[in-house]
């Protein structure tokens, strides 16, 4: 997108946008015009009829304690950034691997520890069931993966489940599918930094005690890093996606090597299992299902490319669709080889949680030393940028809702740096909310975290079938059995993870859905309603223009604020009213006897106020006002004393704000401020 040429000098423009001045010549009878433009040193030209273009200056330049926040801002999340950047702000697939595939890779750090835990409350020896439910989840990783290159085809303007049911099952799936994302996102981030703590505190045990506290400040690092921009944050957190990568892949195979050659030493388990060892739970079938719905986590990050289709680079629903497939088979190596490497060692989880199996597995293959150090480090740099997903997903899907007017319109605006600033702070908060509420338990969150994604899964590979059913495009014969599989099986994992895990915390999910529903529905509504009420079907005749206002001005006092509110006041309305409300005759006296004059012609109303109450008698006097002339609107001019200082706010008591925020709910009623700025000495 290139900048509008500049406004060639003939273009006829706006006289308060160029201001010609005739000046005489040092000789008698010389003259010329001069010709002043006043906003060429902030504004640009633009277009054929010479407009004005923002520059940056008129951003970051500020006065007084506001340009110290603006510096302050600046500093922390860049410089603005114009609209037409926005295409080079688009993600390459290497850095769209990082943003949106972390969550999805990152889950390979503790899939298999929390399918272990599970299958650990019968016995140490049902451990070994690890290993074909990794497998299992594997093979429904793929499934869901081929489903998700068809839908990311179908729609490469984006590709969210709540666009795919929406357009294909009804506004009410779309809703259903936008809430159950929305939860799993903020989940995502919770569970993603309570992981990444938990593998710091393996290798710090101190930090421990305050895993909440390090969780909350690791939220807000994340935010300030995603208000920077998404590709900033891309280039931010692309290398310890890959420092993850890198280093796992070369711990699995050095493990694998050293297991078939048999150079490993015996595992010990920790002595707090060893009572589980003798006795546990029977392996029943529900036991197993609740783990594999445990490490069906792992396909929660999924849906974040799909969502975040537009932010890629053109062609970009090809590139989606390539990016996607690295994360499945790059997730698929580290998940499967985790999961056999643990199995056949036979480590088993710490139940204090303490201990990562992650960390067992590197401290048993290489030791205490720096190989320990780095595989930790780099677990929990990823751990804790996966929540970044959710960061680029959810203000996006904020945004689709913001824009079908299921959620306030501000979080479909872009903010400075191009970035969906108000649906970045609003997970940031609820993240925090769930983070101390759970006490930054991976455990405790893991039964939140899969249902909602699941539901919309299945809601989006049914709009799928729906679609090639409808449409008979190229290739639906395909098309049907692929998204027909994708749908079963994501059907499955969200009945088994809501069954299975439904005491342990998926209740609230179930129940939190609906509810978030409901607040979208209600938020539509009344964007309905006002849109009824706001609609103009015409312009109307001068003969139809309300009655002339009634204006009045309160004052307090005689003094410079209030005479300039009356001089705007006397501008309006040749009738205009200054009201004085006060609980002291003798005040009110004195006030009569200056009045003329100090306001000349203007009139003096004095209301008494025994209770000393200042609101309700001006209320009162403009609701008496409002029955002699009710089709005429009263118009109140306020005069605020505005100091030089911001804290010179506290020695004022602020009246005129408490007038205004009682005035802006009273029907026919308009209200004028006339700040007053003390002269300099």
Do not use: C
């Amino acid at each position: 997108m290139t900048r509008p040429p500049r406004r060639p000098e003939d273009h006829r423009v706006d006289p308060l946008l160029e201001v010609r001045e005739r000046r005489r010549g040092k000789r008698p009878g010389d003259a010329y015009v001069r010709i002043v433009r006043p906003f060429d040193d902030v504004f640009e030209r633009g277009g054929e009829d010479g407009g004005l273009i923002a520059t940056e200056r008129t951003v970051l330049e500020r006065k007084g304690w506001h340009g110290g926040l603006r510096r302050l801002r600046t500093r922390l999340i860049g410089r603005p950034i114009s609209s037409e950047r926005e295409s080079h702000e688009r993600l390459t697939k290497v850095k769209a691997l990082a943003i949106f595939s972390s969550d999805n890779i990152s889950s390979s750090a503790y899939g298999p520890e929390e399918i272990m835990r599970v299958l650990a409350l019968a016995g140490v020896g049902a451990i070994s069931l690890t290993l074909p439910l990794a497998g299992l989840i594997t093979v429904m990783l793929a499934v869901v993966t081929i489903s998700y290159r068809q839908t990311i085809k179908a729609y490469p303007k984006g590709a969210s489940s709540y666009i795919v049911a929406s357009d294909n099952l009804g506004s009410m799936s779309g809703v259903l599918a936008a809430a159950a994302l929305l939860i799993g996102y903020v989940v995502t981030v919770a569970v993603s930094v309570s992981a990444g703590v938990a593998a710091l505190t393996s290798i710090v045990p101190e930090l421990y005690a305050q895993r909440v506290l390090v969780s909350v400040v690791l939220v807000v690092l994340l935010t300030l890093g995603n208000l920077r921009g998404i590709r900033e944050s891309g280039t931010i957190f692309m290398i310890p996606t890959y420092f993850y990568i890198v280093v796992m892949l070369g711990i699995i195979a050095y493990g694998v090597m050293r297991t078939m050659s048999g150079s490993l030493p015996e595992y010990a388990a920790p002595p707090a299992w060893l009572a589980v060892e003798e006795g546990g739970q029977a392996l029943a079938m529900f036991l197993i299902l609740r783990a594999f719905s445990q490490g069906a986590v792992a396909l929660t990050g999924v849906e974040a490319i799909s969502d975040g289709v537009p932010a890629f680079k053109s062609p970009e629903w090809r590139n989606a669709r390539t990016t996607l497939t690295w994360a499945a088979v790059i997730f698929a190596v580290l998940f499967i080889g985790i999961a056999y490497l643990v199995v056949s060692i036979g480590i088993v989880p710490d139940p204090t949680e303490q201990q990562t199996v992650l960390s067992q597995l590197v401290r048993h293959l290489a030791g205490d030393g720096v190989i320990l150090v780095v595989a930790q480090v780099a677990t929990a740099l990823l751990l804790v940028l996966a929540a970044n997903t959710s960061f680029a997903d959810f203000p996006r899907l904020s945004s689709f809702l913001a824009r079908d007017g299921f959620l306030p319109r501000q979080f479909a605006f872009r903010g400075e740096r191009l970035a969906f600033t108000t649906g970045i702070v609003a997970l940031a908060a609820l993240a925090i909310g769930l983070l101390i509420g759970f006490n930054a338990s991976v455990s405790g969150l893991i039964p939140l975290y899969t249902l909602g994604v699941f539901i919309a899964f299945t809601l989006s590979q049914g709009g799928m079938l729906v679609r090639w059913w409808r449409r008979r495009e190229h290739g639906w014969r395909a098309g049907l059995v692929i998204n027909g599989l994708g749908a079963l099986t994501t059907a499955v994992v969200a009945l088994v993870v809501g069954t299975s895990n439904f005491f342990q915390g998926a209740w609230l999910v179930i129940v939190l859905v609906p509810l978030l529903m409901l607040l979208l529905i209600s938020i539509r509504r009344h964007y309905r309603d006002m849109e009824r009420a706001l609609a103009l079907d015409r312009i109307p005749d001068a003969g139809e223009v309300s009655a002339p206002p009634i204006v009045i001005v309160p004052i307090a006092r005689l003094d410079g604020p209030a005479r300039q509110a009356i001089a705007f006041a006397n501008s309006i309305s040749s009738s205009a009213v200054a009201v004085h409300i006060t609980n002291d005759p003798d005040e009110a006296d004195a006030l009569r006897e200056r009045w003329p004059d100090w306001a000349g012609s203007t009139e003096l109303v004095v209301v008494e106020s025994p209770y000393r109450a200042l609101i309700g008698p001006l209320l009162a006097y403009m609701d008496a006002l409002q029955r002699q002339a009710p089709e005429r609107p009263i118009v109140v001019v306020l005069s605020e004393f505005v100091p030089r200082h911001w804290w010179e706010n506290l020695l004022h008591n602020q009246t005129a704000l408490r007038l205004k925020l009682r005035l802006f709910s009273r029907r026919n009623t308009i209200v004028a401020d006339v700040p007053y700025h003390p002269p300099r000495q």
